[in-house]
């Protein structure tokens, strides 16, 4: 389940109970990060037999019991500051492109987001440990690997490494054609890194980078770990603005740009513009 927004909640709701219809009589499990937020209100849900959190999600067998239906969900979940087990994945997506999970957990606590709640600290696996399941990818003829995780510039902070010496030794493993970085943090993007990948003939030239806003105001109340002044000389940074424009923040607001290996970000300050590009 999901639980990034209401909409996200009634949607497992429904399908919750689009499962219950379709398969009446079976055991019913819910797990995930609407489990883990709120598992007493999916546990009046009916038909719903077991409710497992975050750090159970990956062990249901030990849970299921005799598989005997319940008058109420039972909850199994550990208190969201407890959650320090990361778990290691790599799941295989079209083709021969592979997702590499290197990080779960934030520590970031920004104003909007349930994460930190829902996936609990930050955590992630160790380099060597990450490194050998890339090898087993290619070993298997996987050739293309995303580097994943819910805030991975954040990697390594319990086992004193740091996400650039991951990369770098990701970057040795012969067999792997192309790495992608999912979406970094524009604080935890270093000139190091920026450098890396520039140098890197298996990292592809693009970084996501969730700006979220192009007004500093904004990104204070937000609770945001970065302002757009603040932000590195060596990256384009395209916000196109729809509707009221925040203080000091012009129609497009551009950094000096040095490096091509960049794709403009675009950044929409007003989400419920009908109009806005997507």
């Given at each position: 389940t999901c639980s990034v927004t209401e909409l996200a909640d009634k949607k497992c709701r429904q399908t919750i109970r689009k499962i219950?219809?379709?398969?009446?009589?079976?055991?019913?499990?819910?797990?995930?990060?609407?489990?883990?937020?709120?598992?007493?209100?999916i546990s009046h849900i009916p038909d719903v037999d077991l409710i497992l959190g975050a750090e159970q999600k990956l062990d249901i067998l030990q849970y299921l019991g005799d598989l005997q239906k319940?008058?109420?969900?039972?909850?199994?979940?550990?208190?969201?500051?407890?959650?320090?087990?990361f778990s290691p994945s790599c799941s295989r997506g079209d083709r021969t492109r592979y997702f590499l999970k290197v990080q779960d957990g934030c520590d970031y606590f920004c104003t909007y987001c349930t994460i930190p709640f829902a996936r609990g600290r930050s955590r992630s696996g160790?380099?060597?440990?990450?490194?050998?399941?890339?090898?087993?990818?290619?070993?298997?003829?996987?050739?293309?690997?995303?580097?994943?995780?819910?805030?991975i510039g954040d990697f390594g902070k319990q086992t004193g490494e740091t996400f650039l010496d991951l990369i770098e030794s990701l970057d040795q493993i012969e067999g792997i054609e192309h790495?992608?970085?999912?979406?970094?943090?524009?604080?935890?993007?270093?000139d190091d890194i920026i450098s890396f990948v520039a140098r890197s003939k298996r990292f592809a030239p693009h970084f996501h980078i969730p700006l979220q806003s192009g007004s500093d105001t904004v990104l204070k109340l937000m609770h945001r770990h970065m302002c757009i002044r603040d932000r590195?000389?060596?990256?384009?940074?395209?916000?196109?603005?729809?509707?009221?424009?925040?203080?000091?923040?012009?129609r497009k607001a551009v950094?000096?740009?040095?490096?091509s290996t960049f794709h403009n970000y675009t950044c929409l300050l007003t989400p419920k513009d009908p109009e806005r590009k997507r």
């Open positions: 219950a219809r379709q398969h009446p009589g079976a055991f019913i499990v819910v797990t995930g990060c609407y489990a883990q937020l709120k598992p007493e209100e319940k008058q109420k969900g039972n909850i199994v979940t550990t208190p969201t500051k407890d959650i320090k087990k160790t380099i060597e440990q990450l490194t050998e399941q890339a090898r087993e990818v290619a070993l298997s003829g996987g050739k293309e690997i995303v580097i994943t995780g819910v805030n790495y992608r970085i999912s979406s970094i943090e524009p604080n935890l993007l270093t590195h000389s060596s990256v384009s940074i395209s916000l196109p603005v729809y509707g009221a424009k925040p203080k000091n923040c012009s950094v000096s740009s040095q490096a």
